[in-house]
């Protein structure tokens, strides 16, 4: 891969992480829930609201990575620590676009179904990009990816049985934080987990062969 292709990937990765952001950030203005991977962080945000949704899925990203290091030892690989910066990137983006989408109307039930639905088509395409860009995972599949490869069990089913278990952590934290109530993780999260995989499908369909025309000129 020329140094001039491997530009264009991280160009498009970024760019894909912007646009994950702000699916991220659409689905939140619905306040139905969010997806798995971002639900525990949600809560926190709800409950500590000194600090923002972006900074919690900072740390929460970093504690991914912290997991990574410690399952794969020696093994862990310096490139990987990428993984942080764009991890801080990824926060930032999200309270950007919380704040650029702050302005949409969430005042009843259909316009927030919209915007859980609109947020899950918006982040599906920044998925579809980052998969396209090929260069780096991002902090919650790498983690996934490691888990799955230390376990030698299939990557789809450890991903599924990680968002499971970031649904129940966040519900738990919900339960304990806000004296027995279900808050921040809501059916727009289960809707979240259940259609991102077919948009991102969706959209790598449409995009990947174009996309890799553009990255390999």
């Known amino acids: 891969m020329s140094k001039k292709e491997l530009a264009k990937r991280y160009i498009l990765f970024i760019i894909s992480l912007f646009v994950a952001a702000m699916g991220v950030a659409i689905t939140k203005r619905g306040e139905l829930g969010v997806s798995p991977i971002s639900s525990v962080a949600n809560v926190l945000s709800i409950k500590y609201i000194n600090l923002s949704l972006g900074t919690w899925l900072i740390i929460w990203n970093c504690i991914l990575i912290l997991g990574q290091i410690l399952m794969l030892g020696k093994k862990f690989q310096m490139i990987q620590l990428l993984q942080i910066p764009l991890s801080f990137l990824f926060g930032y983006f999200t309270d950007f676009g919380m704040w650029c989408v702050s302005i949409l109307p969430a005042d009843n039930y259909i316009f927030r179904m919209i915007l859980v639905i609109c947020g899950i088509m918006v982040l599906g395409l920044g998925v579809s990009l980052s998969v396209t860009a090929n260069v780096i995972m991002n902090s919650g599949e790498a983690f996934v990816k490691v888990l799955s490869d230390k376990t030698d069990k299939d990557f789809g089913s450890i991903k599924i049985g990680f968002d499971i278990l970031c649904v129940i952590v966040s519900v738990l934290l919900s339960l304990l934080f806000f004296h027995g109530k279900i808050v921040g993780t809501r059916e727009g999260t289960i809707i979240s987990a259940v259609f991102t995989g077919a948009a991102v499908k969706f959209f790598s ?13």
């Not at 996309?211 to 000129?217: A, D, F, V, Y």
């Open 205 to 217: 369909h449409i995009l990947k062969k174009p996309l890799e025309l553009i990255l390999k000129k």
